[in-house]
């Protein structure tokens, strides 16, 4: 067997059902993408960051098993109003990490 040493790509990141206001608290969910072009690996999570620094929040759950779909729901409370900026990078078993997919907003 030959393993690619590629980086996973990540194909898509957003929001599922989502409701914050600011000073209250809410569910933040995201969902996100991704494949790798080596069929003997797999996206096994991505990891966010904000202000280029992982978050503590990692989209492990997949749904279905092996779709790449990985997502998480979030409790959160919004501090103070204003845009915030986060990335999310695939990462495969073997820890390569993807680009970063373009900036995510919350308002």
């Known amino acids: 067997m030959r393993i690619s040493t590629q ?3 990540a194909l898509m990141g957003g929001y599922g059902t989502t409701d914050l206001n600011s000073f209250e608290s809410g569910e933040l969910q995201l969902l996100a993408f991704g ?9 096994t999570n991505f990891l966010v960051f904000y202000q280029s620094n992982t978050a503590d929040i990692g989209l492990y759950d997949e749904y279905p098993e092996g779709s790449g779909l990985f997502y998480d729901v979030l409790d959160a409370t919004v501090s103070s109003p204003g845009i915030y900026f986060f990335e999310f990078r695939a990462m495969d078993r073997f820890g390569e990490l993807s680009h970063s997919w373009p900036y995510l907003s919350v308002r």
């Open 7 to 9: 980086a996973p790509k």
């Open 35 to 43: 494949s790798d072009t080596d069929p003997n690996d797999l996206v």
